[in-house]
């Protein structure tokens, strides 16, 4: 080996060394300080990862959630027993919290529905809120089994009906616990061919069967309600009680028929056990159609089946003049943020005058739920309910009551 | 061999030599300036950058896939006599001294507050759950101002007031916090100020907007607002801090957050308090000047949701004994109909509106979880609780008292109950952790070879002193090989003052190390010795070294 090569391998050989022996610390502060030295070289910004910056975008409303703004996508029911809808809208705001929002729904059933609605709340130090719509929908295959509790199924009919609106309200909420509504606009039905499985309405029923059937009626429609309140939220509570009346009544502009009104009532409450533990959970409601005289078109009658009614029937599957509805829950709580279960009995009845509305021969059913809920909103309800036809799943988005 | 290579020779070994001294100086257990009273901050941290918590990904990480280093070792942020030095986390405060009741009182202000005269908002906050504002007052001042929820006046207010004071006491660092009574009628809006519409739009405030906010806040009978005003923190706003990991733009950031004690210590301080929101968006990290360079300062920025209330009411039932998901209590509850039965369902509650769901006699510190698992409590040890455990057993009855007034509750009842649940829940505190593992503290050995120690446990009268006393096993200590080599006989007394057996060096620069154990049936763990060891200087013998080490069961409490 030449003196050359000699020194080149032990500059190596010291090189190495000193490379591969941390420098020695002479206290405490040294080695933590030499550390931090290390650290310094390599350091680096925080990085989000591809969920957080997912979740953070979730969390500003785009996708699914959060308060729609421009354009969302949107979900919901264009009319009952017409399916989940899902469609596109564009939401406008104006000064700090009033919206116009334009939207459009199709439904699984085929059902549309166009609208656009103004809203803008909290007036007169929050107590007044407005709103107004109009729309256009389109329901292609309601059912209709007749008249009564005694109806059979299989005398189903489908109807189809198109109804063009302009409505306006304005909520008053004078205390915190009642709420004033008062309602009104114009309506414009017309009656089509039904379509889907079963036959159109007018190869089954006569206007003798099915009031008003072929009518294509214009109404002006008024409506004032009240609501005693003292639920922690309309869209999920597991105390308090709602307490709420309302008259509506309609005045045709254009069609057969007279003015005619509904009466109705519903008394909700929520009673916790042990902490919400359990929660029981009662309602009863009435609709009733207020005059003996007052013709009323079938496709506006008093309806119970399926829904958040009678949910071990066909939807709308039960139609009269008047009708009563008793549901009873036991609700406890897997999980107190977002998960809820549910046994329920629902019991109710149609009838051709009010005097009908009595506890016999009441529809039944039973069945077991599960809600996905958030603390002010249900999300997601599903429940499987058994009746003397059958058994039914509901899957709704919306508290049962 | 020529010349040239004799040299290069000599610089062969040369070189090895040092390389073996370097290693002989890595191995050395203690340092001349052990045990460390301050975490060094050597860096310049002037690019660390600000990064944004997404709560609901922190809320998902924690719950469903725990993060962190999953060993559970012992904390690596304390020095070698098991303490928690001061650092931009932590300052040492009760235990370590006296803490004055004026200082208990005072808490982190380093002012009387806002000054009084008219107010300028500049900035709204009404997202959130507790709405408030951002103002200036007439000394130009900037304050974040908060209410109470206007059916529980006093109620979030007071117990943030509350817990500030106590977690400064406890040595994290914390804002500024004052109560303030606001006329709404002093309140200007600032030509810049802003707010954001539901619909996330930026815009300028207007005298409505504010209107809107303090509508949803309680109002006191002469028409003012008690306000929570906590001055805008020192320094540069970087995000806050996470409870496990370390953030990876600050150079003196080394420790895992979930190996940090005073971190892990949390898990008690919570316990006590009540803090059951513990998440990174409670957390703030501000750069600030200090010593000429810049460091990172990290904040426990927002303590309120403490004792039995939240924001806007008093807390939920379950709140303080599950976490918000637990898939074993969601299965056995939804399979029994709700029949699983848990502790909250049955623990019985004084409800004042002020001070809400809080109580001492069924509170089990050990069972306590807050909502969410936090990384750092997870890997707290029996001995990162016996040191959190200390310092709340240092609050003594009169000190409780005097934090609790800090929340200015107009009712006294409410007052003198949460004073009394903390006080009750401070014993439980003391009596679980305490006697947990072995409760030798303080020790100290003088010139003459008198060991004295003292018993946390016995101390804090959460148990009697042991009874088959203690006994010491001394070691002469080689710092440089880290071998012990016994000396003299065991030594015994039943009290916590022995002498040194016949050996004992006293050389300067000698180390030795004792033993300790307490003999006490009824706590085998006790039995488990603390290790201490001593460093001779000129005239004394020094403390440097104190191992707490226990049985294997305990190591994951």
Known sequence: MTDSAFRRMTCALVLASAWSIPASAQSRTDEIAKQQEAKAQAAAPETPNRMEVFLDQVEQGKFLLGVPRGWYFAMGSVYPGGGLAGGAGYRHYIGYDSFVDSSALLSLKGYKRVRVRGFTPNHVNGRVDLEGSIAWLDATQVAFYGLGNASRTEDRANFRIQRSYIEGAAVVRPVRWLGLRLDGGIDDYTQKVGTGASPSIEQAFTPQTAPLLGDDPLYLRGQVSAAAYWLASPGYSRNGGLYSVAYEEFNPIRGSGGTFGFVRTQLVQHVPVQRETWVISLRAGTESVVRKSDVVPYFLMPTLGSGDTLRGYENQRFRDRHSLLLTSELRWFPNRVGLDMALFVDMGKVAPFRSGLTLNDLKTDYGIGVRFHTPGATALRVDVARGDEGMRLVIAGGPAF | ?557
């Open chain 2, 1 to 557: 061999m020529s010349n040239r290579l004799r040299i290069v020779g000599r610089v062969i070994v040369a070189a090895f030599v040092a390389a073996a001294v370097a290693v002989s100086a890595a191995d050395q257990k203690f340092y001349d300036d052990d045990p460390i009273p301050r975490e060094p901050e050597t860096q310049d941290a002037s690019k660390t950058q600000s990064w944004k918590n997404v709560l609901s990904y922190d809320l998902i990480q924690n719950l469903f896939a725990p993060p962190g280093d999953p060993r559970l070792i012992r904390a690596q942020n304390v020095n070698t006599i098991d303490e928690v030095p001061d650092s931009s986390w932590f300052t040492n405060r009760i235990l370590a001294r006296e803490v004055s009741i004026q200082e208990a009182t005072r808490g982190p202000a380093t002012s009387p507050g806002p000054a009084a005269g008219p107010m300028t908002v500049t900035r709204a906050k009404p997202e959130g759950i507790s709405p408030g504002f951002v103002v200036q007052d007439s000394a130009g001042v900037t304050w974040f101002v908060q209410f109470d929820a206007a059916r529980y006046p006093e109620a979030a207010t007071g117990a943030a007031m509350v817990a500030n004071r106590i977690f400064h006491l406890l040595g994290y660092w914390q804002p500024e916090y004052h109560l303030a009574d606001l006329q709404p009628e002093m309140l200007t809006i600032g030509p810049n100020a802003t707010t954001e519409t539901p619909s996330g739009k930026i815009r300028r405030l207007d005298r409505a907007d504010l209107e809107k906010l303090l509508g949803r806040a309680a109002r006191q009978q002469d028409g003012t607002y008690r306000m929570l005003a906590s001055r805008a923190i020192p320094g540069r706003v970087i995000g806050g801090f996470r409870y496990y990991g370390t953030r990876p733009d600050d150079p003196n950031d080394l420790v895992p957050h979930e190996h940090r004690r005073e971190l892990r210590a949390l898990k008690v301080f919570g316990a006590w308090t009540n803090l059951v929101d513990m998440k990174a968006g409670n957390t703030l990290d501000t750069l600030i000047q200090e010593s000429g360079r810049s460091v990172v300062r990290h904040y426990l920025q927002d303590v309120g949701s403490t004792f039995g209330t939240g924001a806007l009411a008093p807390r939920e039932w379950d709140e303080g004994y599950e976490y918000l998901y637990e898939g074993d209590a969601v299965w056995k509850r939804l399979v029994t109909l709700g029949f699983y039965r848990r502790p909250w369902q049955s623990v019985p509650y004084t409800e004042y509106r002020s001070v809400g769901r809080f109580e001492g006699d069924e509170f089990d510190p050990t069972t306590w979880k807050p909502r969410v698992p936090t990384a750092a409590f997870l890997h707290a040890r029996s001995d990162d609780n016996f040191w959190a455990a200390r310092r709340v057993m240092a609050f003594s009855d009169e000190l409780i008292r005097t934090v609790v007034a800090a929340g200015r509750f107009s009712d006294a009842a409410a007052e003198r109950y949460l004073a009394d649940v903390l006080i009750k829940r401070r014993d439980r505190i003391g009596r679980a952790y305490l006697t947990a593992i072995n409760p030798v503290v303080d020790a100290a050995l003088d010139q003459a070879g008198i060991l004295t120690f003292g018993n946390a446990a016995v101390e804090a009268e959460v148990a009697t002193a042991p009874a088959g006393g203690y006994r010491a096993h001394w070691y002469v200590f080689d710092n440089a090989s880290g071998e012990s080599r016994p000396f003299g006989a065991v030594t015994a007394t039943a009290a916590g003052r022995m002498t040194a057996p016949m050996g004992l060096p006293n050389r300067q620069g000698e180390f030795i190390r004792i033993d300790i154990e307490a003999v006490d049936p009824p706590h085998p763990s006790w039995t488990v010795p603390i290790r201490v060891y001593f460093r001779r200087t000129t005239d004394a013998w020094k403390l440097v070294g104190l191992e707490r080490s226990l049985a294997e069961s305990q190591k994951s409490e």
